[in-house]
Structure formats: C-alpha cells, structure tokens
C-alpha cells in the first residue's frame, strides 16, 4: 500500500511490532518512549497523530502545542491519561483499543484472587530466601467464596465467568447493567454496600471517573467483612490507598492485590512494606497476544482517520453501527451541504441551529446525532477560524452559545424521509428541508418554506422578489451579461403576486458587483450568491 501524504506518527509508549508495521507501511513513524511532558510539546507539532498506552500523560498541554494532531490512540482501555476534553475542544479524535486487553486483565485478575488466597508471591519469596516455612503460608479456598465485582463491564463479566468455574458465589454492582443480564450468567445484582458487607473478595474493574474514585475507603472498608481481600486490576484511585493502608495494618482487611496505583510507579506508597499486599507493575494488558491486538486495532483506527475515514472505537466521537453506516452516510452529506447553504442565506449572529428529522428516521433508530454534528459542520466550518469536524462540531457551537435542538417525528409531509433546519440568528431566521431520494439523489425541496427540487452542488444565486412579469427575465439578463451562464431555474411563490423565491443553479462564481446591480433591481428584495 502507499504512503498517506506526509503523514507522521509519533509512538511514545511501547507498542507491538504487528502495529507498527500496518502503521510503517503507510506513514511515517517514529518510536520515543520516556519523553518527560516538556520534551513532548516540543515535538508534538510535527506529528499528525500520537499512539499511547497508560506511560505518556496526554495533558491539555501537549494537545494544545500539537497543532497538527488528528488523532490520539490509546493502544488500549482507560482513556484517563488522555484529556480528552482538549482533544474534542481541538477537533481531534480520541479512540481506544477496548477489547484486545480484556482476557489478559481477566486472567491477571483471577491470577491475582488465586495469589492472595494462597500467599504464592510471599511464600515464593520465602523459599529463594532458602526457607521453607508451610504453616505461615496457610491459604484459604475460594470454593464457595462471595466475589463481590464492582463494575460488570467486559473486564467484570469475564472475571465472574472463571469465578464461577471455581465455584465460588458472585455478586455484583454496576449501576448500568440490568439484574436479569447478569443473572443469564448466574450473577446476582446488588448496591455497592450491600455487596461490600457480603464478599469474602472484591474486585473493582470500573473506570476511573468522578464517581469510581474512592469507592474503597474508611467508611466503606468498616462495613465490610473481616478479613476481606480485596483486588484492584482496573485503575489507581478507585481505591483509597491511605484507607487501604489503615484497613491492612488494622487487621480488618486480610490481604490486597493491586496491580495499578494513585501514583505509578508507587515509589512512596508505605503499602510496599505490608507482606499482606500483592503488588505487580500495571501488568494486566502485557500478554503478547494482548498487546498484539490493541495495537493493530489502533494502528488501523488510526490509518483510517489519517485517510479521512472513521476510527471505530473513537471515544469523542459518534459512533455509526457498520449496519447504519449505508443509511445514514446520504443523510450526512446533505445536512452538511444544507448547513453550508444555511449559513450564506442568513445574516447576524447565530443564535439557535433546529434540526427536525421527519419520516423513516423513526423506523430505523438511526444515528440522528451523526447527522446533526455533520449539519453542524457545514454551518460552522467557514464561520469560524478553526477546523470544525464531527468531534467538536457541538462543543464548538455550545462554546458560542449557540442552542442546538434535535427532534425525530413521523410527519415528513409525503416524503419518505425528510431533514429540516432552521437557523435563527438576532436578525432572523431561515429554514431549508431537504430529503435523500436514493443512495446518489439527495434534494434540497424547501427553501423558506418554498418548495422545489434543487440539487445541492455547486454554484446558486438565490433571490427573493415580487412576482410579477420581467423581473426573473432581467436578472437573468444581468448574468447574461456577466458570462455566467444558468445552469437551471427553479421558481417558488405562495400567492401570484406576492413575494416569490428564485434559485438558479449557475456554472461559474459570480461577482459582487453583478450581485449588487441584481440587489439594486425594482422588485428585488434581496438576493444571495452561495456556493454549496
Ligand atoms: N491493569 C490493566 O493493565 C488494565 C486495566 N484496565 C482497566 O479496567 C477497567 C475496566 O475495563 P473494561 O472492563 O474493559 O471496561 P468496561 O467499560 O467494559 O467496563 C466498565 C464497567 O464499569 C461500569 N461502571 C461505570 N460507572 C460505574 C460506577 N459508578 N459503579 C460501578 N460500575 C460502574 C460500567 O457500566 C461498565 O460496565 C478500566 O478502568 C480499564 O482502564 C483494562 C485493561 C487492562
Ligand atoms: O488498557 C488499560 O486500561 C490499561 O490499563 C493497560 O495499560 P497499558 O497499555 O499496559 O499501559
């Protein structure tokens, strides 16, 4: 395959080979682990995308200085060391490698329940200190133990599932996962204080996020069961490390297995003193074939953005289903064009963007909000001096104060599937439908509340005027003497006489000054060139 323009990639924590080559094929990369923040932002402006795992802090910083960023890839799950606010307010697609790593963190889960219940990692090192002491490392059984899962996501659901082999009970908490799913696997649903008063072992494998920091600590640790053991393979912070560290030395918590830490490395932690804690260094996504996996998932979301594609687990970005992708695609296209249109129709400040998905929309649960963003773009893009796209296109418009309001109804007035938007700006409104016919014939079937049939593509001059005899002939006669030939005339009026609309599709741009002697004709209200 060829190479993509200029591209250039920049990998600054360690990925498999497998990824950097699909990567090498196409773009440039280079390879610099270690880099402190300070040396990142100085090199960042030379790579159209950054590829990480949980090493490089992506701050807003960084995003800020990386002018020509894309995208970032996180060859992985947690996206917490990306500011992925920064990235979305920039424009630039965030994605993530959410399924590759999830057995290796499982299995590195289960290894470390395994290795806590039967002291292997203390007693191992007991005998290469030339020991053999049986009795002080007396385990217990996990048969029949209460494993209490906080967070049933991917990572969760599977740790259960060898839990169960093991016979033991599982219960679990997460507050977006229904009682009955879990219960198809034979998992019971609590609260997350009903669950931390019942198991014998808990394992938290939620994000790090607002509501996960802390959910381990002094007052949740007393109400739980003496002796408890408790696992953290998912993100440092969820569990509070001074509380662990009281709850440990007090005798309360029998054992913990941590794998991920506040701070990493957890140089200072007082916890490496305890014998009763496990620890290994954020290890639960380094199996080879786990590493393999997330990274060509990233390099190829990654390729696909730099050749202007989707990525498919972008984390900022509306996802389409592949089996919507075909319906919606048309639909995009054109509330883009029409948001174009929109925006050369309309003078003053934007103040309110409606969008009004009529007809078939209802059916196919399709993703409106994809449309929406892309309607937004086409408004936004010449509006403003930075690039709008299908990440930031909402943030930027909230960002203006600018009210965006989506509804999906059946009402699509005898077409099978109708888009309507209205812009309101402090000076007035305008309102343009449109509708896709098939995969290759999209119209544009309103303007203002006038009907017609005009393609959305090239050159338009717009106007709107009395209807009465010779003043379409003269405007044309104007164009005419301008060399700008009509490509095709559409003609709209509610009531012979009144104010009427013309659209001419034309084949080349056409002047301001042809444009003000159109303005300045006698039964001209007003009229607008616009390129679509
Ligand atoms: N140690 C390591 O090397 C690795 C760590 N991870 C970490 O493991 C964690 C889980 O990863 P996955 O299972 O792939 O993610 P996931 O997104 O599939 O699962 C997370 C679950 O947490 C639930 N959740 C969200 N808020 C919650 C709350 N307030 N209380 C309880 N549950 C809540 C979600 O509903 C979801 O089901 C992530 O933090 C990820 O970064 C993942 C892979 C490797
Ligand atoms: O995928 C995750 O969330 C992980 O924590 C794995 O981190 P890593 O890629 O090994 O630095």
């Known amino acids: 395959m060829g190479i993509i323009v200029n591209y250039r990639v920049l990998v600054s924590d360690p990925l498999a080979e497998e990824g950097l080559t699909i990567l090498r094929d196409q773009v440039e990369v280079d390879v610099k682990t270690g880099l402190t923040e300070d040396q990142l932002i100085a090199i960042i402006d030379q790579y159209d995308a950054l590829l990480v795992r949980s090493g490089t802090q992506v701050t807003a910083k960084v995003i800020e200085a990386g002018t020509h960023l894309k995208f970032i890839g996180r060859a992985g799950v947690g996206v917490d060391n990306i500011d992925t606010d920064a990235a979305t307010r920039q424009g630039i697609i965030v994605a993530n490698a959410p399924e590759g790593n999830t ?237 174009r249109l929109l925006l050369q129709l309309v003078e003053g400040r934007l103040e309110a963007i409606e969008l009004v998905y009529g007809g078939e929309f209802v059916e196919r649960n399709s993703n409106t909000r994809f449309i929406t963003r892309m309607a937004l773009k086409g408004i936004l893009d010449r509006l403003l001096h930075l690039p709008v796209n299908i990440v930031n296109a909402e943030f930027v418009a909230h960002e203006r104060g600018i009210v965006v309001s989506q509804t999906v109804t059946r009402e699509s007035q005898g077409f099978k599937n109708l888009i309507t938007i209205k812009v309101r700006t402090d000076l007035g409104e305008e309102t343009i439908s449109g509708s896709v016919f098939s995969k290759v014939r999209s119209r544009i079937v309103a303007i203002g509340g006038y009907t017609m049939d005009l393609d959305p593509t090239g050159f338009l001059v717009i106007s709107r005027h009395l209807d009465k005899p010779g003043v379409i002939g003269r405007a044309s006669t104007i164009l005419g003497h301008c060399e700008v030939n009509i490509a095709g005339m559409q003609v709209g009026r509610i009531r012979p006489g009144e104010e009427a609309i013309m659209v001419l599709n034309v084949d080349s741009e056409v002047s301001d000054e042809a444009m003000d002697e159109i303005r300045s004709m006698p039964g001209i209200f007003s009229a607008k060139f616009a390129q679509i």
């Open 103 to 339: 057995l290796a963190a499982t299995e590195h889960t289960v290894a470390m329940m395994m290795a806590l219940a039967r002291n292997i990692p203390q007693a191992n090192a007991s005998v290469k200190r030339h020991e053999w002491k049986r009795s002080k490392f007396t385990g217990i059984e996990v048969n029949e133990k209460v494993l209490g899962v906080v967070g049933f996501g991917r990572i969760g659901k599977e740790v259960a599932k060898r839990a169960i082999a093991m016979n033991m009970r599982i219960v679990a908490y997460d507050p977006f996962i229904s009682k009955e799913k879990a219960a198809e696997i034979g998992v019971e649903i609590m609260t997350m204080a009903e669950l931390f008063t019942v198991a014998d072992f808990i394992t938290v494998h939620t994000p790090l996020m607002k509501e996960t920091t802390h959910i381990i600590n002094d007052a949740s640790i007393a109400t739980m069961k003496d002796g408890v053991r408790i696992i953290n393979c998912a993100r440092g912070g969820i569990i509070d490390e001074q509380a662990l560290y009281r709850g440990l030395v007090s005798g309360k918590i029998g054992g913990a297995a941590l794998d991920v830490y506040e701070h990493e490395p957890p140089t200072d932690s007082p916890l490496i003193e305890l014998d009763q804690v496990i620890m290994t260094p954020h290890l639960g996504a380094s199996t080879v074939e786990a590493q393999i996996n997330v990274a060509i998932s990233v390099a190829k979301q990654c390729l696909s953005v730099l050749s202007g594609g989707s990525a498919r687990s972008a984390v900022n970005a509306p996802m389409i289903p592949a089996d919507q992708l075909e319906f919606v695609e048309p639909f995009a296209v054109l509330a883009e064009k029409m948001g």
